[in-house]
């Protein structure tokens, strides 16, 4: 009976859930948006493998990959299969996107301008590339606001900020005044939202990053290993070369 008792006991101590954080100073908009401003530059590149879960219109797939992210507009990725075979290379140097399929018989190689046509078409996001990549370089962008107020939830403080036709953005911070999220509402109805979890203790980089996109039903979880951030990057490896006995086929414009 004992021994019950004590169980009992660990078990419900193990069940409380500990209180929300205190905030003993709640910082202004302004210093907030100061913060944010200061902090917009921090990472500029990254270099990095990554595991991605993509879920599109119900249909779910998942990679790993290696990738290069240079802003404003530069990316690589090398998308694994599960037997660690090479399914497919996508590259931009932020004019030209090229891509290299070998998920078929015979491989295929294609290129074109780095549109955003030309880019979903491959990686099913529907971002541009420009916002794809502040949004994983962890640099979410601001909307523009008339209006910007601080409100406690629980744990974290969020600020709001207002635009025009209904506009609004809602910015997260930890109490260590990280951001660990961020909503985009038009019209009351959220179409974007991340996520910022795991961050390094050596640089203070989120290493999970989750984006939804609920009007397109598309989430996408990406988890960085591996990871370097501001690290010189040859500008050459934005660009694939092109494959013996493989055809190039042109991507509209």
Request: charged residues 20%; contains cysteine.
């Amino acid at each position: 009976m004992r021994w019950l008792l004590l169980s009992l006991f660990v078990l419900l101590v193990g069940c409380i859930r500990p209180p929300d954080p205190v905030w003993t100073e709640i910082p202004t908009a302004q210093q907030l948006l100061d913060g944010l401003s200061s902090n917009s530059k921090r990472y500029s590149s990254l270099d990095a493998a990554a595991s991605v879960a993509l879920t599109t219109e119900k249909k779910f797939f998942s990679s790993q990959q290696f990738l290069l992210l240079q802003k404003p507009d530069r990316l690589r990725a090398d998308v694994l299969t599960g037997f660690g075979q090479l399914a497919l290379q996508i590259a931009s140097d932020g004019e030209i996107l090229t891509v290299f399929l070998n998920t078929t018989v015979p491989a295929r190689f294609f290129r074109g301008s780095a549109s955003y046509e030309n880019l979903y078409r491959f990686i099913k996001v529907p971002l541009a590339i420009e916002d794809l990549l502040t949004l994983l370089l962890y640099e979410p962008p601001l909307i523009v606001y008339q209006h910007s107020s601080v409100t406690v939830s629980g744990k974290n403080l969020i600020l709001t900020l207002l635009g025009s036709d209904n506009n609004r953005q809602e910015l997260l911070f930890d109490q260590q005044l990280r951001v660990v999220g961020c909503r985009y509402f038009a019209a009351a109805e959220m179409y974007l939202s991340v996520d910022y979890q795991k961050f390094s203790k050596k640089n203070q980089f989120p290493q999970l990053v989750q984006l939804a996109m609920p009007l397109e039903q598309t989430r996408i979880k990406v988890k960085f290993s591996d990871l370097k951030v501001n690290t010189r990057i040859d500008l050459a490896r934005f660009s694939l070369k092109e494959h013996v006995n493989i055809p190039i086929e042109e991507l509209p414009d």
